[in-house]
């Protein structure tokens, strides 16, 4: 197999700034020719020819934000606004917000936080989901907020999900958010372009989790450091659009500003059941002879699943590396891998057998409306039956929340995005990253184990 052919590696940037007061601009020459997708996507957003490394104000799409993040984006847009005499954010149909880190609310201050942001939609008439839709990162996409081309901020790291869908998708910080809601604009330094050329097709029980945990552990948690991570090649292709979610997700887990998939005829028919009369109308691919950073090609045709071991998402493993290290948890969700597709995956592997004893598995369906269709094919009571826990949607144990912790010493295998120290609760706890298929394989045996001997 071919790991990270090395074409090009011209200096990347290293610092990730977002709004900056009074930016030194780079002006390139006026062409449009030879563009990125990211190249293109800030051109429309800037009203102008724009090329990788020039700082620009961008016009935003879409703005999301959630209960963890969402207060103190309200706080700074307020304090932005104190002098007006009627403060309204600058367009309350490009706005979204959603309740999903703590959920239902598990404090008092969390139930605080959500009451103000109830109020702070309804005064402004923004959308808000509430508790009632699930995770931030696959209820945008879900309900029609991501489009190929927009420009989109979320204050959330894996904002970049929506790449999946040929955005240019990315997480701010709070304080940003709040310059967003007043102005619906931004400063960015244009990232520049790294390449995932990934070709072959996916050997039996092996997924776009795999690959994306591959790609990470090949170039680091740095590698793509303030840089678009874009991927391509017939095997990213050949994915549906809940596998690319997974690819895009974890484009910040290698420093990415954003992970995008080009969009086609399967991105034009998920968008066609979820925005009336959408049609793939503009051409949102990299130009040939564009310019990238670096390009790197892989052949995934003998790629094994992938682990990633404790601490780190790129201190990544085969699954025949690990294997036999016992579990004492399974968590089958989160953005990256919580929909229908991933569920049945697992619920495939599991068939009727039981959850081994003394192991935990917790399945948390990403949104309402992947619950619903969970519940329909019958998995809930399958999982039920074997010994799992099945909640509603909700972030759950991916950032530390209200339940599933891990206590000391305690190891678990997620098919979330993170695995550092202290993530899922105890400092001295143990995370393991893999897809669902060796999630479900694990939780059977109770030790890390490969879902292709089943």
Not at 254 to 270: L, N
Not at 384 to 406: R, Y
Not at 426 to 443: G, I
Request: net charge negative; with cysteine; hydrophobic share 40%.
């Amino acid at each position: 197999m071919t790991n990270g052919v090395h074409v090009k590696a011209p200096a990347c940037f290293p610092v990730n700034i977002n709004f900056i007061i009074f930016p030194l601009l780079y002006i390139h020459p006026m062409t449009a020719d030879n563009l990125t997708i990211t190249e293109k996507i800030f051109s429309k957003a800037s009203g102008r020819p724009i090329r990788a490394g020039e700082f620009v104000m961008a016009d935003i799409d879409c703005a999301m934000t959630h209960d963890i993040t969402g207060p103190l984006a309200v706080q700074g847009f307020r304090q932005i606004m104190k002098d007006k005499a009627d403060p309204r954010v600058w367009d309350p149909d490009k706005i979204v917000i959603l309740f999903d880190h703590q959920v239902p609310a598990d404090s008092l201050n969390a139930a605080e936080n959500h009451i103000m942001l109830r109020k702070f939609a309804a005064e402004q008439g923004i959308t808000n989901y509430d508790i009632f839709e699930g995770v931030c990162h696959q209820v945008v996409p879900e309900k029609g907020w991501a489009k190929p081309g927009d420009l989109i901020v979320g204050s959330d790291s894996h904002t970049c999900a929506y790449g999946s869908l040929g955005a240019f998708s990315t997480g701010i910080g709070s304080t940003d958010m709040a310059a967003v809601f007043a102005t619906g604009r931004l400063w960015f330094k244009v990232p520049q372009t790294i390449r995932f050329e990934v070709n072959g097709r996916l050997p039996d029980k092996v997924y776009s989790k795999d690959i994306i945990l591959h790609l990470i552990g090949d170039v680091g948690a740095d590698g793509a450091m303030y840089m678009a991570a874009e991927y391509g090649g017939e095997a990213i292709m050949s994915l549906d659009i809940s596998q690319r979610m997974t690819i895009s997700n974890m484009a910040i887990e290698m420093g990415g500003k954003a992970g995008i998939i080009e969009p086609d005829a399967t991105t034009e028919a998920y968008l066609k059941e979820r925005i009336p009369g959408f049609t793939l109308d503009t051409d949102w691919k990299s130009d040939e002879g564009c310019e990238y950073a670096d390009f790197r090609e892989y052949d995934i045709s003998d790629l094994s699943p992938q682990v990633a071991c404790p601490h780190n998402v790129d201190n990544v493993k085969s699954v025949e590396e690990v294997e036999g290290t016992h579990i004492d948890q399974v968590l089958l969700g989160s953005c990256t891998n919580g929909r229908f597709e991933d569920i049945k995956i697992a619920a495939d592997i599991m068939g009727d057998e039981p959850v081994a004893k003394g192991v935990r598995l917790l399945v948390i369906p990403a949104s309402r409306t992947e619950y619903m269709k969970v519940l329909r094919a019958g998995f809930v009571e399958q999982f039920m039956e074997a010994g799992a826990i099945v909640e509603s949607p909700c972030c759950g144990p991916c950032m530390g929340g209200s339940f599933g912790l891990l206590g000391d010493g305690e190891v678990g295998l997620a098919t979330s995005n993170r695995n550092f120290q202290g993530r899922q609760g105890s400092a001295k706890a143990f995370v393991y990253l893999s897809s669902p298929a060796t999630a479900a394989a694990s939780a059977l045996t109770g030790e890390i184990t490969d879902p292709r001997k089943g």
